[in-house]
């Protein structure tokens, strides 16, 4: 009895953490590469998936498939935003308190917004994947979440390898950083990260997608996201893609544990206390430098 919930609390847990690190790749992205704090994206995550659920409700498009349409709306979307963001508030010098309030209000017009057009009711969508499960051994893995773990690793792979692999992820990784030096080898690092705030917004697409198909969606689903990949972000090393996926595995597995053997309520309090003594012990993250 205790191996049979221990090994499927574990799965469950790498499930969960594979979800969670599609929601906060885009984070590590603008917050942890670019020092945008995007307090907001979240909410851009359920706005993805409740227009991947749009798609699929009026044209019967797998969530898959209506996220790989929809990826050049969010990148657009990405660039508009961050070119407001940069006029209104970082070229003046104004973008740490003043753009996170631009964010939070982002998030709550995003939110009244899905309100208004949607309502409270949870929406779901029906894919032929949605009920299934196999079974292996004690452990019951379902497709929907395992569908979701192969996203998300696909998308992270994608990312690390621009991140190491070329020369426009090495500037993202240097953005951050030394933007004087950018400019002196003749890179814009506005534009720079203008772009990397586009790719950002479209990782929240994705994470939309996998979203609505591991689980009903509702409008204010993003508030309960937030501590969460922000924790995740900076146990992962904030700049860092396999931190990020570590610090998500790490946050899905406790969570899950906790849920089997304590209670669901108590999963973000021991999650977050976990991270507060691995902040203590090495405040650079797990694979901070």
Known sequence: MFLDLFLNAMVVGILLGGF?????????????????VNIAHPIFVVLGAFCIYTLNNWLGLDPIIAAILLLPVAY??????YRIYHVLFERRGDEAIQGL????????????????????????VQTPYSDGSTTIGFVLIQWRFLIALVGSLVMLGILYY???????GRAVLAVAQDPAALRIVGVNPNRI?????????????????LLVIIQPIEPSQGREFIGRIFAIV????????????????????????T????????APAVAFGILLVMLAIKPAGVFGR
């Open 20 to 36: 969670y690190a599609a929601v906060s790749i885009g984070v590590t992205i603008s917050f942890g590469m670019l020092d945008i």
């Open 259 to 266: 849920m089997t053997w304590i209670g669901p309520s108590w």
């Open 162 to 168: 621009g991140a190491k692999r070329t020369y426009f």
């Open 76 to 81: 657009v979307l990405g660039l508009a935003l």
């Open 101 to 124: 309030a631009f964010f939070f209000g982002i998030l709550f017009i995003a939110e009244v917004g899905l309100l208004m057009i949607f309502g409270v009711d949870y929406r779901f």
């Open 234 to 257: 900076v146990l992962g090393g904030m700049t860092s893609i396999p931190g990020t996926l570590v610090a998500a595995m790490a946050i899905g597995i406790i969570e899950s544990m």
């Open 193 to 209: 990260k203008e772009i990397a705030f586009g790719i950002s917004m479209a990782t929240a697409l994705v994470a939309g997608a």
